[in-house]
């Protein structure tokens, strides 16, 4: 089945610094690439996804690339805000095999003002 | 929309008694599926339904945990006996279509088991 390995597990940065977050994946089949963030206490929720037949995406502060190749992806958050301290996971999806989201362990973001 | 609604928030129970968490998917969503969060694990997919039906329920743990989806609207988590070791908190997700399509998330219930 999908494995999907996260790293850093913990990341501190200055408020206006970029994060960026790694993940890989093992299912050459998997094609959805959702982030979840997680605050303390409260429900996951997606901040950004992308397809397979996409390479980047971008959303004001926030980027994903995809590398089918390495079988990696990324988030980038850039002019880094209080507000973004929180946990983030990526997740993998394929067509095949098992089809709901596996996901990576997290990474617990704080962002120092 | 409400959101994906879950049932309790919060439950405390002694070792060997049964439990039972509660979720209503969004209106229209076909796919449901039973997260299960603790820190050394993080999120471990426990079953997921399509369409009311179970697809793959490989991740419940032991014959302990059970899952129904009876309608399109509500689904059940149980886990008779409980054990301390099945503390944690329980998510339960749906989404529209089975792929490639956002899971929203409930708020989860917090599972004690003392």
């Known amino acids: 089945g999908e494995n999907v390995e996260q790293h850093p597990s913990t990341l501190s940065v200055q408020e206006g610094d970029s994060a960026v977050i790694k993940c890989t994946y093992s299912d050459s089949a998997s094609n959805y690439f959702p982030w979840y963030k997680q605050e303390l206490g409260k429900r996951p929720q997606l901040i950004i996804d992308?397809?397979?037949?996409?390479g980047e995406k971008k959303d004001q502060r926030i980027a994903v690339t995809l590398n089918k190749t390495a079988k990696h992806f990324s988030l980038h958050i850039t002019e880094t805000q209080p507000e973004d301290s929180a946990v983030y996971f990526c997740a993998a999806r394929g067509d095949t095999g098992r089809r709901a989201l596996t996901f990576g362990s997290g990474t617990r973001l704080q962002v120092q003002p | 929309d409400a959101g994906v609604i879950q049932s309790p928030r919060h439950e405390v129970t002694e070792m060997g008694q049964e439990v039972t968490l509660r979720c209503k998917p969004i209106s229209g969503h076909n796919s449901l599926f039973w997260y299960r969060q603790t820190m050394m694990r993080g999120l471990e997919l426990l079953i997921y339904?399509?369409?009311?039906?179970?697809?793959?329920d490989s991740g419940m743990p032991e014959d302990r945990f059970s899952a129904k989806m009876p309608n399109a609207s509500f689904s059940t988590l149980k886990i008779q006996p409980s054990e301390p070791r099945d503390s944690a908190v329980y998510f339960c997700?749906?989404?529209?279509?089975?792929?490639?399509?956002?899971?929203?998330f409930g708020q989860g219930t917090r599972l004690t088991v003392v």
């Open positions: 997700a749906s989404s529209r279509e089975l792929m490639n399509t956002e899971a929203f």
């Open positions: 339904f399509n369409n009311n039906v179970p697809i793959d």
């Open positions: 992308i397809r397979s037949n996409v």
